[in-house]
């Protein structure tokens, strides 16, 4: 390749990965605006606009078929720097900016897009496949949590958009060719753009899916991105017998992910995501009548941003649409098989690619064990002091605080700077496009030098955890009876300087639920054992039956033995109105409590100190 090629290529995928940034950026933020509007508020007319707004960032691909913008060369170069320029300000970890930031980038970038696939589709993907592959390096160093949203990235960042709106003007000369995009392909497409973006390149919810463990799938992910690159790999499908196993192998392998677990549930997961990137491929070299390609990405915008909402509702089913309770993996199929539509014959034969350099080979490899490094389990801190074990329960918000400004750094911070030894999460998400495809357990669990017990509870990528120290003796989960939003206990029992010692996380449904059953499951789940401390967000106050029904059982309330009367509240953040928030203890003295004045969430974090070599309440006088 000339210079002037690599300039374009450059150019082109970082506005993609600046793409892929912005379409999770716009979920994330969209979902704050729908939650505050219809879940916890009354609507207002911001809801149609904003609704109105994200539609029509998808849209905005259209102009690229108008006669002057095709005719002018200039124009891919505003769509470029635009979309380019406009991501500096996504790094601000502010909704209100974020959201409108991500509009543009996501406007400009589409019709940007548009364009390129109009002058050069081989290029297109290559570039989209680099992007691929450079935001999985972005996030594994960020430990699930894209580095460069970060606000410590916002230097390099500046000069990344810098860099990419510079090789977009260099390379904003004219192609001589005028492709197009096969007539089948706009569904394909936005099933593709889905596939990729919520699931197949996002290794944390892979490896959430198969149970194969991150530290394996990152790199093993990473590593098929960059081989479907090879021109061996890539120019096979051209042949019909590997175009018709396409086919069937992207949605096969979504289903043996959604139905296996383990090593065949992992390999079929990486088998959808390199069967989806090379279908792509295949579009390059098809000889189908073709459509004007920013009506092509308008379209594939509109059928991800389907997709990408009907996958949401799976999650949200019981204040939404209950019938789709379960049915998260459906819409992956959909979407598996609508991604196969341009690969019906004919296709040409395909042209020439470049040889790979030993460079570009070399670099490959090297990306790929950086990544390797990057997930290396780290160290954990085992130490706790019997005397003094802190045990925990936060509602993290899926990581999100009141304002939602996305916090998982400071609820690190806040959790370390409690010393808790032991705690329970609520709200969990692990690789959801409305939170950053985030993994809130292993980035918490990783800063902190802790252990993670993870219990999915709707549709594996949000539930409950517990994260602890110590040695661990054994992990239990189960589900209980939930009619609205499924939910469930995690047990970890850990060695605490040779002690036995027990920590159980829950969260309990809302006021519709059956809450009177769920407490009675979960308590027969705890049985009687001990020392143990029983954490979770409740949704009860102290007077209601569920708290009741746990001092029933033996268990204590901690603020109630060290008479601190009255308790602090704990829910919202800001201007606590009610105590919702528990941990509650039976063969264990409490030496202290309290409820932590973070704001990194919308709940408050609520701590017990107790002692495990003073005999256990009510012998024990309180000191």
């Not at 809801?47 to 109105?52: A, K």
């Not at 991500?102 to 589709?121: I, K, Q």
């Not at 040409?348 to 490094?373: C, H, K, M």
Request: proline share 6%.
């Amino acid at each position: 390749m000339s210079r002037d090629s690599w300039t374009r290529l450059a150019g082109i995928t970082l506005v993609m990965l600046f793409i892929l940034e912005a379409l999770r950026t716009l979920f994330s933020t969209t979902f704050g605006i729908l939650y505050d509007q219809v879940f916890a508020g009354s609507p207002t007319a911001w809801l149609p606009v904003s609704l109105l707004l994200v539609v029509l960032s998808m849209g905005a691909p259209l102009v690229a078929d108008a006669r002057r913008i095709r005719q002018g060369l200039s124009w891919r170069a505003v769509f470029g720097v635009t979309a380019s320029l406009a991501r500096i300000p996504m790094t601000a970890n502010d909704a209100a900016v974020r959201f409108p930031a991500s509009l543009v980038v996501v406007a400009a970038g589409g019709a940007y897009l548009a364009t390129e696939l109009r002058a050069n589709p081989r290029r297109a993907w290559t570039a989209a496949v680099l992007a691929l592959a450079g935001d999985q390096l972005l996030r594994v160093a960020g430990d699930t949590y894209d580095l460069s949203l970060q606000q410590g990235f916002l230097l390099p960042l500046i000069l990344l958009a810098v860099a990419a709106s510079v090789c977009v003007v260099a390379g904003a000369e004219k192609d001589g060719s005028e492709a197009g995009v096969p007539l089948g392909a706009p569904a394909a497409f936005g099933a593709l753009i889905f596939l990729e973006t919520s699931l197949l390149s996002v290794a944390n919810a892979t490896a959430r899916w198969s149970g194969v463990p991150y530290e394996i799938l990152a790199p093993a992910t990473l590593a098929v991105t960059l081989v479907c690159l090879l021109p061996a790999v890539a120019d096979l499908v051209a042949t019909t017998w590997v175009r018709l196993s396409l086919l069937w192998i992207l949605p096969v392998g979504l289903m043996l992910g959604a139905a296996g677990t383990g090593v065949l549930a992992g390999v079929g997961l990486l088998l959808a995501h390199a069967s989806a990137i090379l279908t792509w491929r295949a579009w390059t070299d098809s000889s189908q009548r073709r459509r004007r390609p920013g009506a092509a990405v308008a379209w594939a915008m509109g059928f991800f941003l389907i997709l990408n909402f009907v996958n949401a509702f799976t999650f949200t089913y019981p204040y939404t649409l209950p019938f789709l309770r379960g049915y998260g993996w459906a819409v992956y199929l959909v979407a598996g098989l609508a991604a196969g539509l341009p690969l019906l014959p004919p296709l040409s034969e395909p042209t020439a690619a470049p040889r790979p350099r030993w460079p570009a080979l070399t670099g490959g490899v090297v990306v790929v064990l950086v990544s390797a490094i990057l997930v290396w389990p780290r160290a954990t801190d085992e130490r706790v002091d019997v005397r003094a074990v802190r045990a925990a329960t936060y509602n993290i918000h899926y990581g999100y605080d009141q304002r939602w400004g996305f916090n998982l750094t400071e609820l690190a911070s806040a959790i370390r700077a409690a010393g808790v030894d032991f705690i329970a999460l609520q709200e969990v998400d692990t690789g959801r496009m409305t939170s950053y495809m985030a993994d809130d357990a292993y980035y918490l669990a990783r800063a902190l030098g802790m252990h993670q017990a993870y219990l999915p509870t709707v549709e594996r990528l949000t539930g409950i955890a517990v994260l602890y120290r110590g040695s661990s003796e054994s992990i239990e989960r189960i589900l209980v009876t939930s009619r609205q939003e499924q939910t469930g206990v995690v047990h970890v029992e850990a060695g605490v300087d040779g002690r036995p010692f027990h920590m159980f996380g829950i969260w309990m449904g809302l006021s519709d639920e059956d809450t009177q059953r769920q407490i009675e499951e979960a308590l027969a789940f705890l049985a009687d054992r001990a020392p143990a401390a029983f954490g979770g967000d409740f949704n009860a106050e102290p007077d209601s039956p569920v708290v009741e029904r746990v001092l029933a059982a033996g268990l204590h309330d901690p603020f109630a033995d060290l008479d601190i009367d009255p308790a602090p509240l704990t829910d919202p953040a800001v201007d606590p109105d009610k105590r919702i928030d528990y941990v509650f203890l039976r063969g264990a003295t409490p030496r202290q409590a309290w409820v932590s004045t973070s704001l990194a969430s919308d709940h408050r974090m609520v701590v017990v100190e107790l002692d495990l070599t003073l005999p256990p309440l009510p012998d024990v006088v309180r000191r």
